[in-house]
């Protein structure tokens, strides 16, 4: 049996009909294979170019400035993503939308209102969400009390809260970072409020941050930031 079996196998193999089979069946699977790679690669040089112009952009910008090596920032760019919003479209909407994310805008401009009357405008490299990251605890949830609107076309990069967190927890040095980010970018934007307080009272302050008369006021508690804010006015007022 085992001989019968070795010589149909033998017939088969040097019948030139089953060889040329075999060599045509090898010539297309190679080439369907190189067609592959190709592919392949053509897609993972596209992503690659999207990758690097926007992470580079916000790189240049935001984390170079601070010194910030570019292994740290790659570490902090793989757990984030790339978003586009179109014009007129909403981050988040007042009332509805979970704060569950953190983002940074890298174009375009984006609307804050509250109640459909205008607050300000988040422009490039300023922190979307900032004052709800901030407000929250890790285990604790919360809902957006303003709404934000692409005002034009626009570009962010976001971090998913759960995943940002978790980053944290392994790197140290990238929690520090992030709490000097927010902690300038809603100081920034109590500098913009005690601007409009100061202008009257036909403006609206933005209801994510402290009222700015507690700022004064010594018989409220203070919080961390607020009395980073403070402090910081008492020095530049020197």
């Not at 040089?45 to 240049?60: G, N, P």
């Not at 902690?183 to 920034?188: E, K, Q, R």
């Amino acid at each position: 049996m085992e001989k019968n079996s070795s010589l149909w196998k033998s017939l088969v193999t040097e019948h030139p009909l089953c060889t040329t089979w075999k060599q045509e069946a090898e010539g297309a699977i190679f080439h369907l294979a190189s067609i592959l790679f190709v592919f392949v690669h053509i897609a993972y040089q596209v992503h690659s170019i999207t990758f690097a112009r926007e992470f580079h952009v916000l790189y240049s910008s935001l984390f170079k400035p601070l010194g910030i090596p570019l292994p740290v920032f790659r570490t902090i760019a793989l757990s984030s993503e790339v978003v586009t919003l179109e014009k007129e479209h909403c981050y988040a909407m007042q009332g509805k939308t979970s704060i569950d994310r953190l983002s940074v805008l890298v174009s375009g401009r984006i609307r804050v209102t509250v109640d459909g009357e205008f607050l300000h405008y988040i422009s490039p490299f300023q922190f979307l969400d900032s004052p709800e990251w901030d407000s929250l605890r890790p285990t604790e949830e919360g809902i957006f009390q303003v709404t934000l609107t692409a005002d034009t076309d626009c570009r962010y990069v976001s971090w998913r809260r759960k995943k940002l967190y978790l980053l944290f927890a392994q790197h140290r040095y990238i929690s520090r970072l992030f709490s000097v980010l927010i902690g300038s970018d809603i100081a920034d934007k109590l500098y913009a409020l005690n601007d409009r307080v100061y202008i009257g009272k036909k403006h609206h302050y933005d209801i994510r941050l402290p009222n700015y008369y507690q700022l004064s006021s010594p018989d409220l508690s203070r919080s961390p930031l607020t009395e980073q804010f403070r402090n910081s006015r008492q020095h530049c007022n020197k």
